[in-house]
């Protein structure tokens, strides 16, 4: 009989798989033996305070309330009339309280993803954080991100250099943190794969279905076979890509408005790249369409997230253990309570003002 505790942690996945082959020798009676332990240690359990059902409400919150708020200030901004200067000024409100609590939510997300992606990547502890967990997180730390970019070029200008310098350095802490999860997805992507039958390779294709037909009953096919799921890893790089040109360009806006402002190169530079934001945002479709492009690639980047978190479930479901990811705790209700001032800032400023 394997001794299945030595199965319970997966600490660096070489050193696993000769483990594997020391208890079970890859054969399907003993690894079905060592089901619970072996299928914990490498897809997880789930950690609720990364993919839990309250902490996936505050990414959607965070998607649907730029959203909106983005679409109504673009909108609103055509009309001239009384009503709808309040309407514009509710809704400058409610981005204002919105970048604030947003940003404050994805350095929150940035940094439990960066906990949980190192202990992982270095091998120091797995406990509830297998290899679907961290697809989750290297997603979230990506989605995060997203919802910050239209509210912060509507603010911009609207607010002054004193409102608008805090901002971008909260925009330039999220994408900064942002920056390891992004490596670890890029070495996971490129590197080479421990399973296979080629050449480095620790594990054959063959003894590794073994695992994944004990741990899912149909051994991972259907996600497999998810056309949006196998895209998963170039749809989270195009997005940090867009956050990142992003970032870029309002960094270039920076330019022309420090000590240096008077010289007449740096000068020319920064009246260049106003005018041509100016140019960008007299164009309503224009400004639509680059709106769309960070909700888009949320939206499909949530479809994967739940996708998985349904494949996590199926999991623990079929180990006849409970799933934790549909439970309420302490995180959860703070990953949506956070987004509670801007729909307070907005009630105050339609109807008590």
Not at 313 to 333: A, C, D, P, S
């Amino acid at each position: 009989m394997p001794d299945c505790t030595r199965l319970s942690e997966l600490d660096g996945f070489n050193d696993y798989a000769k483990l594997i082959e020391e208890e079970t020798a890859w054969k399907s009676t003993e690894l079905e033996h060592c089901q619970f332990e072996l299928c914990s240690a490498v897809y997880g359990t789930g950690n609720p305070d990364i993919s839990g059902i309250g902490v996936a409400l505050g990414y959607i919150f965070a998607t649907g309330i730029s959203a909106l708020l983005s679409l109504v200030a673009v909108v609103v901004g055509r009309w001239q009339s009384a009503r709808a200067y309040r309407a514009a000024a509710a809704t400058t409100t409610g981005l204002q309280s919105f970048y604030q609590s947003a940003t404050y939510f994805a350095i929150a997300v940035q940094l439990a993803t960066i906990s949980s992606l190192t202990h992982k990547d270095f091998g120091i502890s797995t406990s509830d954080f297998g290899a679907i967990e961290a697809q989750i997180a290297q997603a979230v730390s990506v989605v995060c991100m997203l919802p910050l970019l239209a509210p912060l070029v509507l603010l911009d200008g609207i607010d002054g250099e004193s409102w608008r310098n805090p901002r971008l350095f909260l925009l330039h802490l999220v994408v900064a943190l942002s920056f390891y999860p992004f490596l670890s997805r890029c070495i996971q992507w490129f590197a080479p794969s421990p399973i296979g039958d080629g050449r480095g390779a620790v594990v054959s294709f063959a003894d590794w279905n073994t695992v994944e037909r004990i741990c899912f009953a149909d051994g991972l096919d259907k996600l497999r076979d998810d056309s949006l799921y196998a895209s998963a890893g170039i749809l989270e790089l195009l997005s940090s890509l867009v956050v990142y040109l992003f970032t870029l360009w309002y960094l270039l806006g920076l330019i022309g408005t420090g000590h240096g402002a008077r010289k007449g190169k740096i000068r020319s530079i920064h009246a260049k790249w106003n005018k041509l934001n100016a140019w960008i945002g007299g164009r309503f479709y224009l400004v639509l369409m680059l709106q769309a492009i960070p909700f888009v690639l949320s939206i499909l980047l949530y479809i994967i997230i739940f996708r998985l978190r349904s494949t996590q479930q199926e999991l623990v479901t079929r180990m006849t253990i409970g799933y934790n990811g549909n439970n309420w705790g302490f995180g959860q209700i703070i990953a949506t309570v956070i987004f509670l001032p801007v729909f307070i800032d907005v009630f105050y400023s339609l109807w008590l003002k």
